[in-house]
């Protein structure tokens, strides 16, 4: 990718309705083409999805074009007329930013496959900090592979081409999903059914006991967003109570240790105290000076605990 070091993505498809369907709560565009934006959710945030639906700013590229580090050529032994070297438009987790110096608008090479067997010429719409459905973050994460999403004909397309290159794998894969009717001829990894805001407790729950019953194995998961948050919700107050009643305990703590650190602190300097009054200090005058003491070390105490907190805060949750 431009110059620096290749990285391994793992692609999928969605279709145009996917953030129409799915809780856009947790969705945070980072960085967008915003030309090739061309609706909105209702929420008001810019449905990243259609940009991977429209042609708008792809620019066409010659089918007798050759030279692959112009990014783009397959490479095999099949038919070259079935070559598909259309701009594969794709959004990315916002974490290729710092791994891959990638950026929205940017075009790059992507290889299909660990032998980098085919390789298209990638147009990167947008970069996503959260996508529901999918581990979109802002991080630079080491461990886990970022995950990339373009349109469903697109990946129908590369998946195609796939089968060209490699038709013992297209047999076994017919072999073993022959009983399947898959729309848009891929697998799916997920469904997501949206109910109306008023849907009933009742309704939903035979909604749900009736996409259950067509489950054919016994690893298939439903999961039920809006009792799976009330689940969170509930969580969260015991949570917030647990936070609560340490914040107390350790203000307590606090409080205590910081009466007994200034005893001994006046304790240990009661010489000096003598100096100063043989030096015509009042008791007043003495006062305020431990008390400006230990005003000071507390407030400088505090207000290094709230930065790292805060600093910390911002880390965590960025």
Known sequence: MAGFQQKSVDMRGIPSNYLNVVNTDYYIPSSLEEDAVTSTLPDGKPNATSMLYNDIGIQPWPKDNKDIYSVTTPQGSYNPDDVWTEEIKVLMSANMKPMASINAGDTARLCNYKYCEAVYRMKVRGLITKLPGFLFTAYKNPILTPEVVTSMEQMKNMVDQFWIMNPTFKENF????????FIDGLPKQMLFVKLIPNCTQENRLFIANGIRALFRDQVTLFMDTVELVDQLKSTMVVFDIFIGLIA???????????????????????????????????????????????????????????????????????
């Open 174 to 181: 017919d072999k073993k999903y022959d009983n399947y009717d």
């Open 248 to 318: 107390l305990i350790s203000l307590t703590l606090t409080f205590f240790l910081l009466l007994v650190s200034t005893r001994q602190n006046v304790r240990d300097n009661i010489w000096e105290y003598g100096v100063l009054r043989s030096m015509g200090f009042t008791k007043a005058q003495g006062q305020r000076l431990y008390m400006y003491e230990s005003f000071l070390v507390v407030f400088s105490s505090c207000i290094l605990g709230v930065g790292i907190g805060i600093l910390t805060s911002i880390l965590v949750t960025a």
